[in-house]
């Protein structure tokens, strides 16, 4: 009996072995199920973000490509109205020039005006009353000179000012040529 005893209690240890044997198995089939279903709602959801993102894309674009042209059209109307201030400017300049050097004769004018009146003061009374008058037109010569050399200066910032706004114009048009040329709109 002992022997039977001895083979029983194999056997008991062998079904237990067994049944702990049975009991990891299941325990590791339930980890590999979860593990599973976690990786598969993860897949799902990065192919569902990167659906969505694909699609944000694919708006952009399409929203970048319906407006580029009138995008184009508008940067390349600004650069010509620019380019055509500049050449006002550049116009303008030169006839502040010409303005400038006929009022550098201001002083010789005023210089003869002076002279004209030590010769009109010599004249008899009745001419008293023009020599006033001459006076009153030498300050206005004088604030006039004044005003054109301040007009004068104005356009010169003027210029320097348009010069600047044109090449910054010309800066800022610059990425969308280039993006033009590299990915070009039918």
Same mark, same amino acid.
């Given at each position: ?114 002279? #004209?009146?030590?010769? &009109?003061?010599?004249? %008899?009374?009745?001419?008293?009353? $023009? !020599?006033?008058? @001459?006076? /009153?037109? =030498? +300050? ?17 910032? #003027?210029?320097?000012? &348009?010069?600047?706004? %044109?090449?910054?114009?010309?800066? $800022? !048009?610059?990425? @969308?040529? /280039?993006? =033009? +040329? ?5």
């Amino acid at each position: 009996m002992s022997s039977d005893s001895a083979v029983s209690s194999e056997q008991a240890m062998i079904n237990e072995i067994v049944e702990k044997y049975s009991e990891t198995m299941k325990m590791r089939f339930n980890n590999q199920i979860f593990i599973g279903r976690r990786v598969t709602f993860l897949l799902r959801s990065i192919m569902v973000v990167a659906g969505m993102i694909l699609v944000v894309l694919f708006a952009v674009l399409l929203l970048l490509s319906t407006h580029m042209q009138a995008l184009t059209t508008t940067v390349n109307t600004m650069n010509a109205h620019f380019t055509s201030m500049s050449t006002d400017v550049a116009q303008m300049k030169v006839v502040v020039a010409d303005m400038d050097h006929s009022v550098n004769d201001l002083p010789i004018i005023l210089s003869e005006i002076q002279t #004209m009146q030590g010769y &009109v003061g010599d004249m %008899s009374a009745s001419i008293t009353p $023009l !020599s006033g008058n @001459m006076g /009153n037109i =030498n +300050q206005k010569m004088i604030v006039m000179s004044g005003n054109v050399k301040s007009m004068a200066n104005t356009f010169k910032h #003027m210029d320097n000012s &348009v010069m600047h706004i %044109s090449r910054d114009v010309n800066q $800022l !048009s610059q990425p @969308m040529k /280039n993006f =033009n +040329q590299w990915m070009p709109i039918p």
